[in-house]
């Protein structure tokens, strides 16, 4: 197979340029990619002409990413399918943490279940795909819960019949509003034992390429004194932000 030389060079230049985020001047980019500053000025020149890069004018010229290629990244991410990128990140999550992980969205103020990865030796949870639970006492549900305003949280709650389903259930709106506020600090939602009272979940929100919330992602499994809830859910609140970004989501 024949390699252009100079598109490789062009989608490398691309490339570099993205991970940069102030930029890169020419000198910069010759010396990364060993590329030689005539060869690297014609295609810098063609890419700004197409959009597919912008000049930075200062003391020094530098190049950043051109909406031209925004958009075209915007459709590939459009024209895929939700689930192609939310399956194989679960599978990938489940068997890092060694967790049965869950994908939902918020329907009404339920929960449903729109995927599941569970790792080699599970534990057995009483979700599956397409269940529906309540947002109050789930972690996917709090997580969802977490984007939205307060005035909206009453507002679904003033929908839910809030019932003692373990000891540990959240029993009124106020409690579920001040146990939100804590998720949105942390940046992740614990259902601590309030579904299911042998159960420990932590969930983080999802979000599109829009920056609008379109679900969540949990990791579930028997509730361990000794484990550290509040580690793994910064590890989740990571990954999380990986599957957002392969969305389209640019914080």
């Known amino acids: 197979m024949k390699i252009n030389r100079t598109t490789e060079r062009s989608i490398q230049i691309m490339q570099l340029i993205a991970k940069s985020g102030e930029g890169l001047e020419m000198?910069?980019?010759c010396e990364k990619l060993s590329i030689p500053r005539t060869s690297c000025y014609d295609i810098l020149v063609t890419l700004v002409h197409m959009g597919m890069l912008e000049v930075n004018t200062g003391i020094k010229r530098s190049y950043k990413?051109?909406?031209n290629a925004y958009r075209i990244g915007m459709s590939y991410t459009n024209n895929r399918n939700i689930s192609e990128i939310i399956a194989p990140a679960l599978k990938g999550l489940s068997k890092?943490?060694?967790k049965t992980c869950f994908f939902?969205?918020?329907?009404g103020n339920k929960i449903v279940y729109i995927s599941k990865c569970e790792p080699e030796n599970p534990i057995i949870?009483?979700?599956t795909i397409g269940t529906k639970n309540p947002v109050y006492n789930t972690s996917l549900g709090k997580a969802i819960l977490s984007t939205m305003s307060?005035?909206?949280?009453r507002s679904i709650a003033g929908e839910i019949d809030f019932k003692p389903v373990t000891r540990f259930t959240l029993t009124d709106a106020d409690a579920l509003v001040e146990n939100i506020k804590l998720s949105k600090k942390r940046g992740f939602a614990l259902d601590e034992r309030e579904l299911e009272e042998h159960m420990e979940c932590v969930g983080v929100p999802i979000f599109d390429e829009k920056r609008e919330c379109i679900g969540a992602v949990s990791a579930s499994s028997l509730y361990r004194k000794d484990e550290d809830y509040i580690a793994l859910g910064e590890i989740l609140k990571k990954r999380g932000l990986e599957i957002s970004k392969?969305?389209?989501?640019m914080p």
Do not use: C
């Open 27 to 29: 000198d910069e980019i």
């Open 65 to 67: 990413i051109g909406i």
């Open 96 to 98: 890092e943490l060694q």
């Open 104 to 107: 939902g969205v918020l329907e």
């Open 246 to 249: 392969s969305l389209g989501f």
């Open 150 to 153: 307060e005035d909206k949280i």
């Open 125 to 127: 949870t009483t979700a």
